[in-house]
Structures are given as C-alpha cells and as structure tokens.
C-alpha cells in the first residue's frame, strides 16, 4: 500500500522509462528517458535520464519539474539533437504567473498557431489563453511538433527551450 496524506501520494519514490522522440540532425528518432521521482520530501525531487544511442544524458537528481529537468537534459546534447516534445514545440506555453506544478500545466496552442506565432510576451499569451487546445504533459509529442523558437515572435510567454538557446 501507498501512505496517502490529504489524498496525495508521499512517502515513496517512483521510477519508469518511456519512449522519447528526438531529432538527430533533423532525422526523428527514439530514445527512452528514465525517470525517478521522489516523493519523500514536502517538494517532490525529479532526476531525468535521455539514453540515446548508448550514451546517458542527465538532469540534476533533485529538479523541481518537468520542464527545468527537461531543460537541463537538452542544455547536454550534442548539437544537432533536440527533444521532440511539448515542452521543446513552438505551440506551447505556461500560464503567465508564477509557479506550476510537477507536470501537465503546459498549455497547447496547436489549435491556434498563427495566432499563437505572432506572440512574443506575457500580454500576448494571455490574450491567446482562451484559444487553448487544452493542457499536455511536457513529456507528451503529438504529430503538430514543431520547433519553438530561439527568439522573437512565437516565443511566447516563456520564451526559447531552454531558455539558454536565445
């Protein structure tokens, strides 16, 4: 059984792998990335590992969320390998305030992508909140993948991923 207080899972520590997409060179290919979340702590601790063509690529063990363990893993990769996912597309964004939870607050504008490239700040996003297609895991990648990015228009309210690609 699983310690449960106020309904919420705590006091254990999960771990799983799953298939991620990523562009090498422009070319789609698999990797897995394992994670290992623990929930020992009153703030979760996340450490995410990208295998890729037999080498390892890791965040730091104790990122606060998808997005900033994702973020870490794609500052380490070769050039030329990108992360295909919702966190990494050009449709997607946080709502502009602070603080977001482990995952799955990651808004997707799929629906609205002209629009949503032409945005490039905080007011723009939230002028664009209400022509959301619904909210995605960072982790999730849909057949609409495109490239955030580095800067400029369609960067949003977060801007590039990671940030340090601007």
Request: hydrophobic residues 45%; charged residues 25%.
């Amino acid at each position: 059984m699983f310690a449960l207080a106020d309904g919420a899972l705590t006091d254990c520590v999960l771990e799983w792998d799953l298939p991620l997409p990523v562009l090498v060179a422009g070319t789609l290919r698999h990797a897995t990335l394992s994670c290992l979340l623990s929930l020992r702590r009153v703030d979760p601790d996340l450490h995410l590992a990208l295998h890729l063509d037999g080498a390892v690529y890791e965040s730091a063990r104790a990122e606060r969320d998808f997005n900033a363990a994702l973020a870490a893993v794609q500052r380490i990769l070769p050039d030329g390998v990108r992360i295909q996912t919702c966190v990494a597309c050009a449709f997607s964004d946080y709502f502009p305030a602070p603080g977001r939870g482990l995952s799955g607050g990651l808004a997707c504008f799929r629906g609205a992508k002209d629009a949503y490239r032409g945005s490039a700040g905080e007011d723009d996003v939230l002028d664009l909140w209400d022509q959301r297609s619904g909210f995605v895991q960072e982790v999730w990648s849909c057949r609409e993948f495109e490239v955030r990015p580095a800067d400029g228009a369609g960067t949003g309210h977060r801007g590039a991923f990671p940030l340090e690609l601007a």
